[in-house]
């Protein structure tokens, strides 16, 4: 039996080179045939800070880095194995991140960096778990 880390899945993305702006592909219905649309948005975070740790209990997330770099930690429901993962500008594409994962994450570009998280459900305040960084049971080097 593997790890909920497991399920976590990383795609690179094209990022199409055109004069005056780069196009960056996100998601296409023909490469997740199995997700259904619940709700999509922008978050922001700024260098060196941490926003976490939160696990959502039902709804799976599709995260993006447009703009900058981030650096997501991902820990198992039962606080025995972690992943990290390093996304944005220089290592684009799109995480793929299941229920009943516990993440953080950590902005590592000097401007503001872009978060874009594709859901398949709307947010439900209920059927999320948080802790404090500081009161996280796993002591790791974010």
């Known amino acids: ?3 909920s880390l497991d399920k976590i899945n ?3 993305l094209p990022v199409i080179k055109v004069e005056g702006g780069n196009v ?3 998601m296409k219905a023909s490469s997740f045939k199995e997700f259904i649309f619940g709700e ?3 978050s922001s975070i700024d260098f060196s800070f941490i926003k976490g740790w939160k696990m959502q209990l039902k709804m799976s997330s599709n995260i993006c880095v447009p703009i900058g770099e981030v650096k997501f930690t991902f820990v198992s429901k039962d606080f025995k ?3 990290t993962y390093i996304i944005g500008e220089n290592n684009y594409g799109i995480l ?3 229920p ?5 994450f950590k902005g590592l570009s000097k401007k503001t960096s872009l978060i874009l998280n594709i859901t398949d459900s709307e947010h439900n305040e209920e059927e999320i778990k948080k802790i404090n960084l500081d ?3 796993l002591k790791i080097n974010l």
């Open 24 to 26: 960056m592909k996100v």
């Open 1 to 3: 039996m593997g790890s």
């Open 40 to 42: 999509a948005y922008f």
């Open 81 to 83: 194995d972690h992943k």
């Open 135 to 137: 009161e996280f049971p």
């Open 10 to 12: 990383f795609k690179g």
């Open 96 to 98: 793929s991140i299941p």
């Open 100 to 104: 009943n994962v516990w993440y953080c």
